[in-house]
């Protein structure tokens, strides 16, 4: 009985203690979690208490328009939002400063790194300093020679051609559903785009069927759920969730493990294949780097460089020449006095003659650029030239959505779609100071695949205006975009697909008489991905 009882008293105690320990360590954590995020709660200033209780979304379908009303109505055209620490500036003065003049001072930074860390690892788009640096090399001595741009001028047409002319022709040529979910395509198509670039193989996204690729949805899985740790109110909360593997974190390490087993498979066939006669990105980089994890990072970082931004491009492009059709016209004019009528592109260098397509292209990126904001950290307390003041360690973030619509910049009719801006001398594109329009970023880190994005969005429009006609399902909505890393429609951009008669009918009499095939051209080895 005694020996009970002390039994009794023992797991008493431990028990007691268990609880006692256990509900101090839970406080701790708790109180530490409130004192880091006290200072920013507690600010209530009038732009901080309409981000924090939502108000703003009484009057602005999307965040991105309310810093733009913000910034417009700012002196400086900066503000500071204290509640996340963050300056966000639509004052090229300051970009320039940011980019270029400070750049050492304003990397990507730890807390942005730490964010999509776990997806990208070491890859160019999450590193600073010297692996940067050393990548950026390799990347721009490989990516300005003329044979990877041949390359990527053939792969985007094989897929223009083999595949998103004829998914179009048959949506058109059906008798009841003509609906198309064009956002949808363009993801399709910018994704087997890239990865035929980058590793060489093909996911067949774009086939008639519209197939679920694995490897794509847990790619957009693993970047959505990394955007997604961006918006909690502290890093604390996702990085205690990744450590109790809880939820959202289980979702993204789950995507990223299907990620790296399908890349780890990619990598060994291509070291099978042979990687020294191969054009790909990935056999380019296998000359010099022997590391498989570091590989891997660096392909992936390109994947996702590369993949929504062009397909974000594409939609607002074709948002804006529906609802524009007069620019559509102007486009078919220069292509048939340029290419010839009926005739098609032969050559990347045809495509630089196409000076009012370049122009509609910026235009449209003007007002939505796939990148809408994009922050760096401050390394060591600065001033920006606007007079700003930057504690260290602030988050600054310069905005291309809110400078594509300042009258400072581009004018009273700043809102309007006009692609003739950016001509002149009878016709010929001029681009704007890239500090003034960094869509693509500017000074040190401006974007890699510049080039190759533009013959896509331009080869894209191109062979679509000249062959369909394209209306949207929903006219008078104006776009909404859903929270992620680069712009997105929310809803999709559903439209109607038509076909322009003309073109279709004397392109096929021409290549009957020449006795050419439309399609045909052949693709590298395909992948069940
Ligand atoms: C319309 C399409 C595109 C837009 C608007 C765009 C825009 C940008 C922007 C704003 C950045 C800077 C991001 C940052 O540092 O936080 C960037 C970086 C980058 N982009 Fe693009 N991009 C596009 C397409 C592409 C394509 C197709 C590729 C690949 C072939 C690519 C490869 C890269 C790479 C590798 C970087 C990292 C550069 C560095 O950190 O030094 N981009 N891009």
Not at 187 to 203: A, E, K, M, T, Y
Request: charged content about 25%; some cysteine; proline content about 4%.
């Amino acid at each position: 009985m005694e020996l009970e009882a002390s039994w009794f008293f023992q797991l008493l105690h431990a028990s007691f203690c268990f609880l006692f320990f256990t509900s101090i360590t839970i406080l701790s954590l708790i109180s530490v979690v409130f004192c880091l995020l006290r200072p920013k709660l507690c600010c209530n200033c009038e732009i901080c208490s309409a981000y924090l209780t939502l108000s703003w979304s009484k009057q602005f379908d999307n965040l991105c328009d309310w810093y733009t009303h913000l910034l417009k109505n700012s002196p400086g055209k900066t503000i500071h939002i204290h509640v996340l620490g963050n300056t966000i500036t639509a004052n090229p003065d300051n970009v320039e400063y940011m980019l270029k003049t400070r750049f050492e001072n304003f990397p990507k930074g730890k807390p942005f790194s730490m964010i999509l860390g776990d997806f990208l690892g070491r890859g160019i788009f999450n590193v600073d300093g010297d692996s940067w640096r050393f990548q950026k090399k390799m990347a721009s001595l490989e990516l300005g020679k003329l044979s990877i741009r041949e390359y990527a001028f053939e792969i985007i047409n094989c897929e223009i051609k083999d595949r998103l002319i004829p998914l179009l022709s048959s949506v058109a040529a059906a008798k009841e559903q003509r609906v198309l979910d064009f956002q949808d395509v363009f993801r399709r198509f910018s994704f087997d785009s890239i990865c035929r670039f980058s590793f060489g193989l093909d996911p067949r996204c774009l086939e008639l069927s519209l197939p679920m690729s694995k490897f794509a949805a847990a790619f957009d899985l693993a970047s959505k759920l990394s955007a997604e740790r961006a918006m909690t109110a502290s890093p604390l909360v996702w990085k205690i969730k990744r450590v109790l593997n809880l939820g959202s974190e289980k979702q993204l390490k789950r995507a990223i493990e299907i990620v790296n087993i399908l890349a780890k498979e990619v990598i060994r066939q291509r070291r099978k294949m042979g990687f020294l006669t191969h054009n790909d990105l990935l056999s380019r980089f296998m000359r010099t780097i022997n590391d498989e994890t570091y590989l891997r990072d660096i392909v992936i970082s390109f994947l996702l460089a590369g993949r929504d931004t062009v397909a974000s491009g594409l939609t607002s492009l074709f948002w804006l020449l529906a609802k524009h059709p007069n620019v559509g016209s102007a486009i078919r004019r220069e292509a048939d006095r340029v290419i010839g009528k009926n005739q098609d592109l032969t050559s990347f260098e045809q495509l630089k003659e196409l000076n009012f397509l370049q122009a509609a292209v910026y235009e449209s990126m003007r007002l939505y650029p796939p990148i809408q904001f994009d922050s760096k950290f401050c390394q060591d307390e600065d001033t920006l030239p606007d007079g700003s003041f930057l504690k260290r360690g602030t988050r600054v973030t310069y905005h291309p959505y809110a400078m594509g619509r300042m009258e400072e910049i581009w004018g009273p009719d700043c809102l309007e779609f006009k692609p003739e801006r950016w001509l002149k001398d009878g016709g010929v594109f001029y681009p704007e100071n890239p500090f003034k329009y960094p869509v693509f970023q500017a000074g040190f880190r401006v974007c890699l695949g510049k080039e190759m994005a533009l013959v896509e969005l331009k080869s894209v429009a191109l062979s679509l205006v000249r062959r369909f006609q394209i209306e949207l399902v929903t006219p008078h909505r104006t776009p909404r975009f859903s929270p992620g890393l680069t712009a997105t429609f929310s809803g999709g951009l559903p439209v109607l697909v038509t076909k322009c008669v003309a073109f279709t009918t004397a392109y096929r009499q021409i290549h009957r008489q020449r006795g050419t095939k439309l399609q045909g051209l052949t693709y590298d080895t395909q992948i069940d991905v």
